[in-house]
């Protein structure tokens, strides 16, 4: 009987260690998961603010502002510039901007055939890694832009999404957004800007420090070339159409 309830007493003795030991474990757990859903919920919160407040900043902005003291930068409207300028961008970055869901398929394909020479992201996905994430090419970026390129598809227009990216991207070396990019490279306003313009815009757009719409060299005038007609082109055939009034 003695031995019975040492048994016993032992058993229990053993039971509350182990609790012991998994308590930590649940808790730790448990803080994760609440950082993961808060993280989620965080974002999701942005994406909704942002599709009818416009960004104040974005990291890429906030840190060439603290490379450089200063950056070039002023919110205009889609309505306020020449509608050319929006062609001439999707034309160049993303033809089948109108059509996709977020992703290109054919794009990312080709990018992989390239060996990662040429990029495949789509202007939605540019969008998200300028305005909710940070450049560079690392997988926990890669993954989060991924999961949130769809939230922003769901939760913007075509319109408005184009309208962020116009007014977040880098077009010139401290120069964000076609208001400050017209007035830098033309000086003039983003309203005013002709097909030749906003064409050498659209082909400096994937590397603005060593490419200029102000002096483009042989390459950016034939990408310029190109991106005119392409810019013609989806407007005639309705690859413009979800973006245009």
């Known amino acids: 009987m003695a031995k019975a309830v040492a048994k016993k007493k032992k058993s229990k003795s053993s039971g509350k260690t182990a609790k012991r030991k998994l308590e930590p474990l649940q808790w730790l757990r448990r803080w994760v998961l609440r950082l993961v859903l808060g993280i989620v919920a965080g974002f999701v919160a942005l994406i909704l603010l942002y599709s009818v407040v416009n960004p104040p900043i974005t990291h890429t902005i906030w840190a060439e502002q603290r490379r450089l003291g200063e950056v070039d930068r002023m919110w205009v409207p889609l309505e306020e510039m020449a509608p050319v300028l929006a062609r001439s961008v999707v034309a160049a970055e993303d033809a089948q901007f109108c059509r ?123 990408r310029a070339r190109q991106i005119a007609d392409g810019a013609a082109t989806i407007r005639a055939d309705g690859r413009a159409d979800c973006f245009e009034d």
């Open 100 to 222: 996709h869901w977020g992703f290109d398929a054919r794009a990312i394909q080709a990018a992989i055939e390239a060996g990662g020479t040429r990029g495949g992201s789509t202007i939605s996905q540019q969008v998200v890694k300028n305005v909710f994430l940070w450049q560079g090419r690392s997988w926990p970026r890669k993954v989060l832009e991924t999961l949130l390129t769809p939230l922003v598809e769901i939760t913007w227009s075509k319109r408005r999404i184009l309208e962020v990216y116009l007014n977040v991207a880098e077009m010139d070396e401290g120069v964000f957004g076609a208001e400050a990019a017209a007035r830098r490279y033309f000086g003039v306003g983003p309203e005013a800007l002709t097909a030749r313009q906003a064409a050498l815009i659209a082909a400096v757009l994937p590397n603005p420090k060593e490419r200029s719409a102000r002096q483009p060299s042989s390459f950016v005038q034939r």
